[in-house]
């Protein structure tokens, strides 16, 4: 039924060392970067301005995206608006917003259609000093860190057996590492939007690690055709989830929306490894569970 | 089938179809389901932090300022979809909390703090709880360590150490800024500003919004403390000039528009002084007796010539003091002397203020009917936020088009996953009555949207469609339903299922919806309403759908 159907994966042939060694070796990797990013620049990941401090203008402007630079006493970093013309968000160190905003009013040229008593060229700013970005820092660190214990031990009191519950609190620490690891290589930084996405992702991506515990341990059948009646569904959610997230980043990076753009990358690809984390990591180790390690 | 029958039967389906009408009726009826818009709440960071917003005195709470003429909805848009300016900044002070200190003493406390610590008088605050009885001391100066302020305390014959300061104010010094910022920007002609306090990491930050003006105006505006004096300024010994407050910030009563006085060419702000008439004699009765004893009620009349040296020892000034800075002087006038010299100006106390231009007399009245901060706010460490309306408006279109693709995105898979539109139609559509739900249940406890809102929006509709999913699935495996006994078990099953995974994603949440990371709190609040209501409501439903459609009834 459908035009597209899950494959049924024959898991028989792999065994258990050879399933975990993907997701585990690819975890591993992703750990091994965020380590190299804490030794070379003193952060796990690259920080945005809204943990590291510094101000975002966007403006609209009619001086080309070359000279923009030239407009300004700082280094800044330009990224353009592709549904909207002469649109410009611009990235600064310095936490001095007015006397950008004032370089911006006074060296840039403004719209011919624009309207003159409006308040330049700068159609929105945001500015966080150091110490602010600081505080927050910390707050989304308390954030991850307590949703995170909390979905543990929620997954514990829901399956009250070590092993099929550690496989789904590894699972869905890989599934955060991963896009962090990601975010670093193509350099997205930490955003509000991101840590957000990170949350929504614990919240996600445990989903079908649920559903696929579930029909092995707690209902009646063979492994392999729970297995499959489990990825079945989870597969679909995966990938249903990951359509709507990845339609959302691009329309969203389109518009300039940076927030929706964000959360939606970040998901499609922590989403993307979840679907490896599931059914490679989380299914051998409940199968050696199944196997193994409940005659012991 | 009798009615009881079908309610029974479809009781999921019909509480669904009653919740959309209700939200329906929420969010396009002209004033909702709540006219009265005094129950309105304020879901943004402002909620969960025990803030005052709604305990003005005067009645300019966030409720009365929030706009309500929204367009075709009754949805009220936060700051990044209808624009604005918002400014957070922490408080500039330190506190030392529970001082044995005799309450006769309190004066000579203040007056040592200050001098130990060469402060204003604004920036010594001493307070005394009502239930312990202790005193609270706080300082508001950047230039003050922990240790000086410990040992001021000593100096003072008040028993504290170092360990006893903290950096920070009191709740009641915040509570008093938020609603002296709040009477600002209401004097200021702003409707529809917010002001609230936020815990960020431990520390607490006044947040302040307004729905014009640019971040700098909002901070100048914010960084005048809007202290007002009324100085005394006269000849002293050997031609010197002396300075003297006469009246205080609490002195003034009833504040009249600024006037504009043509004879003088400036502006005028009309004041009464308190407490006039009275028998023990009030502010009023005092300042008409130290301007007779001055001499200002008589060689003083007209005598002014501020600032000019050749003047030094002959002038009778009555100074307009803002901050610590004059702003206008003014020498006392003839039918005023005369009144006062006869005793009887206290009875009628009225007095103007003078201000250079326009701009000065409006804030100076501003600052008279708000009062001052009893704090400085520290924009050093602030973070600020500013969009331009026409921006705003802007991403509430492409937040609507993000959405609808998001949802289309969907629905694609679903139906190439399914091809059987009696699975996949009314998934779609019960993943948009949720969205209906939820966007109904914003707009009738008045929760300001925003762009982290509308992401949680399209969370919602992420995490929906797939417990559909698994509805769907479970109830379709293993062959036909064909008795309504099999397919409440099956149900049954899948909902396991949908609770655990709800059960996590608000568990993740969570933190969000408490602590206050950025503009996240309504994207948590959101979808964790958004998994209630589609555990409780909508998902059962789909189910009872679902049956209706598959199984042999």
Known sequence: MGYFDVPEIDYTRYSNRQLAAVPLAVLAVALAILGGWYVFTGAPVGLGIEFAGGTELTVDTATDEADIPDAFDEEVSIQSVQTEDNRYILQFTSTDDEALRDQANDNLESLEDADEDEDGVVVSGSSTSASFGAQTQQTALYGVAIAFVGMSVFAFILFRTFVPSLAIVVSAFSDIVIPIAFMNIVGIPLSIGTVAALLLLIGYSVDSDILLNNSILRRSGDFYESTYRAMRTGVTMTVTSMAAMLVMAISATLFGVGLLADIGLILFVGLAADLMNTYMLNLSLLRWYKFDGVSR | MGLRDFVKAYWRIILLVVFVGVALVALFIPGGIFADDSIAGDGTAAAQNGTVENGTENGTGTAATVETDQGWTNLVYG?????????????????????????????????????????????????????????????????????????????????ATEDDVRPGVTQATRDEMIRTIESKINEAGLSGGRVSQADIGGEYYIVTEVPDWTPQQLRDQLSDRGIVEVVAHYPGENGTQVNETVLEQGDFGRVSPPEYNSERDSYEVPVTVVGGGQENGGPATEFQQRMNDLGFTTEGVGQCNYGNPNAEGESYCLLTVVNGEVVDSHSMGIDLANSMRAEQWDEDPRFTMGAQTQQEAQSLSINLRAGSLTAPLDFENDQSFTIQPALADQFKVYSLLIGIISVIAVSGVVYLRYADGRVAAPMIITALAEVVILLGFAAAIRMPLGLPEVAGFIAVVGTGVDDLIIIADEVMSEGDVNSRRVFESRFRKAFWVIGAAAGTTIIALSPLAVLNLGDLQGFAIITILGVLIGVLITRPAYGDILRYLLTDR
């Not at chain 2, 979809?81 to 004066?107: C, F, H, K, Q, Y």
């Not at chain 2, 130990?116 to 009502?130: C, F, P, T, Y």
């Open chain 2, 79 to 159: 700051l990044s979809l209808d624009g604005g300016t918002r400014v957070s900044a922490p408080v500039v002070g330190m506190t030392a909390e529970g001082l044995e200190i005799d309450p006769s003493r309190e004066t000579e406390v203040t007056r040592t703090l200050r001098d130990e610590l060469d402060l204003d008088r604004e920036n010594v605050l001493l307070r005394q709880d009502a239930q312990s009885r202790t005193y609270t001391a706080e300082v508001f100066s950047e230039n003050v360590s922990q240790a000086e302020f410990a040992g001021a305390l000593q100096a003072a014959g008040v028993d």
